[in-house]
């Protein structure tokens, strides 16, 4: 039949539209729930007190007597896979909803059911097209987590190498695919029902994170990326990949024999290598946020690792969530955090503002002078005790959707990354003062960037990047001077106003200056020529 192809996605359809009209008539029972005694009887809300009699039998009576946020969690585990993952999204979506719904949906994190081991068995031997004894000399069938995505098993390689197995659960992609297609719509019913809540924004970043998640190949890519980052720094471990036993489906890579911040053998460590991790997990977090601008965009304490030994070094685990900023967005991320770990409010606003996504709706202005009233308030109760920067960043973003001034997800996880670092740190040191520590390793990245060699590659780059307008300028540029030098011999112009040459001078100064800064990094003599010829020219007869 015409139809067949569509079976599945209509009947995954009507379990969404159920679980959808379940949820919206238990948020009706809930409310009514919640009102106060006085307010259930005679004439009050009566329209509502109604639909709660007729809805009320109709519902699962487990689900219909939680509270709407626990009502939201048990549905989203009902429907599947997908929309657990999409719960972990909105759970850390703080700046957005309501605290209860995040802080319930939260327990999304917790081990999922485990998958008998003959199936993990089918799906690696199926993509290595060997026997599971042909590779592994032995595989531990109790996994080390069960997730709503896949399953993660440690293994020994015949070669003797201790390996992990992440296994794409069987049936997941295709699913999840199909999920992603009826979430899309959902996303655009929503966003006229609770707008103020961005539901279509919310869902079409999920939809971008899970895309990639379903697919092995880019977290073995990023395990790479992260290594090659982190190249210089070696107590900074990633696992490695074993491409040759990596597809879409299974990922084997290194198991890092370590042990998660705040376990027992935490308190075996020295104060010298407490205060040594802390170094390396500050160091590694703000250099992936503003260095490198490719970070852990699912971290948390379970996927920190502390690596004991001489020297005591840091692991990451789970790349396959990673957030990314573009140059300019990092470079402003720098700079807006440079001016709130050194407690400059207004630097702090004007920089985070130049990061939000503003509506025609949107009340900037008014953004703004509540951000600065919440960093007042933030830097004065410093004074008093300890000073959460990722809370103050939490709470300044959260504050957007009152004005309907939005941001990135990106800035969110960017948001969990710190506190989780925060979180680690005080677990290995207790009296942890985090504001000294970020401001010394924000401050280093800060002259790393913008040192005169620093400033000088920057200004190659993006010189380079033009390389051909650059070549014609300076093939054309002795025609350009006997034109001009032909312009002198004319009768004098009318004078102009004074302000009238002044772009020509600061275009001079600013060739002037970036000649000097390529000759002292020894760039090409063609370059630096080119560049003074530029100033001299712009300084005569630019104005």
């Not at 379940?22 to 307010?39: D, F, I, K, M």
């Not at 850390?92 to 319930?104: F, Q, S, W």
């Not at 990094?521 to 100033?535: E, I």
Request: include cysteine.
């Amino acid at each position: 039949m015409v139809l067949n192809p569509y079976k599945g996605v209509i009947r995954r359809f009507l379990v969404l539209l159920r679980h959808l009209l379940g949820l919206l008539a238990g948020g009706v029972v809930a409310q009514t729930r919640a009102l106060p005694p006085e307010q259930k009887q005679g004439l009050h809300h009566l329209g509502r007190r109604v639909a709660t009699a007729v809805f009320q039998p109709l519902l699962n009576r487990e689900i219909v007597n939680l509270p709407f946020s626990g009502q939201l969690r048990r549905r989203l585990e009902l429907a599947g896979p997908t929309y657990v993952k999409l719960g972990q999204i909105m759970a850390v979506r703080e700046d957005m909803l309501p605290k209860a719904i995040t802080d319930e949906l939260k327990n999304l994190f917790d081990n999922l059911p485990e998958l008998p081991f003959s199936q993990i068995r089918t799906v690696i031997e199926g993509e290595l097209q060997r026997r599971l004894e042909e590779v592994f000399s032995e595989v531990d069938e109790r996994p080390l987590a069960s997730a709503s995505i896949a399953q993660v098993h440690r293994a020994r390689l015949n070669s003797g190498d201790q390996v992990v197995i992440k296994v794409m659960k069987p049936g997941i992609r295709d699913a999840i695919m199909a999920e992603l297609r009826l979430l899309t719509l959902l996303g655009k019913v929503l966003q006229r029902i609770v707008p103020e809540y961005q539901p279509r924004y919310m869902i079409d970043e999920f939809n971008s994170y899970t895309a990639r998640e379903i697919d092995f190949t880019f977290e073995a890519d990023n395990g790479e990326m992260f290594a090659q980052n982190f190249r210089d720094t070696p107590e900074v471990v990633f696992p490695r990949i074993y491409r040759d036993l990596s597809t879409r489906n299974i990922l084997t890579m290194d198991f890092l024999d370590g042990f998660k911040p705040g376990a027992p053998q935490t308190f075996a460590l020295s104060d010298a290598q407490r205060d040594r991790g802390i170094e390396l997990g500050a160091e590694a977090i703000l250099r992936m946020l503003y260095q490198h601008g490719f970070f852990h965009a699912d971290l948390h304490a379970g996927n920190l690792l502390v690596l004991p030994g001489e020297p005591i070094r840091i692991g990451f685990i789970d790349l396959g969530m990673v957030g990314r900023f573009e140059e300019e967005t990092r470079h402003r991320m720098l700079y807006y955090f440079h001016a709130l770990v050194n407690q400059d409010i207004e630097g702090s606003v004007q920089y985070l503002s130049a990061l939000a996504r503003v509506e025609e709706d949107s009340d900037l202005p008014g953004f703004r002078r509540a951000l600065a009233d919440l960093s007042r308030r933030f830097v004065m109760h410093s004074a008093e005790g300890e000073f959460s920067v990722a809370r103050l960043i939490l709470e300044s973003i959260g504050l957007g959707g009152r004005y309907r001034v939005f941001f990135r997800v990106e800035l969110v996880l960017m948001v969990k990354a710190l506190i989780t670092f925060e979180g680690v740190g005080r677990m290995l040191n207790g009296r942890l003062d985090v504001v000294a520590v970020t401001q010394k390793h924000v401050g280093r990245i800060f002259r790393q960037q913008y040192r005169l060699a620093g400033l000088t590659g920057e200004l190659l780059r993006h010189t380079f990047r033009t390389t051909p307008e650059v070549v014609d300028f300076v093939t054309h540029l002795p025609e350009l001077l006997s034109q001009e030098l032909r312009a002198l011999q004319e009768p004098t112009p009318p004078p102009r106003k004074p302000e009238a040459g002044l772009g020509g001078s600061i275009l001079a100064g600013a060739c002037l200056l970036s000649g000097v800064l390529t000759l002292l990094a020894g760039g090409p003599p063609v370059l630096w020529m080119a560049l003074f010829f530029l100033a001299v020219w712009l300084y005569c007869f630019g104005k």
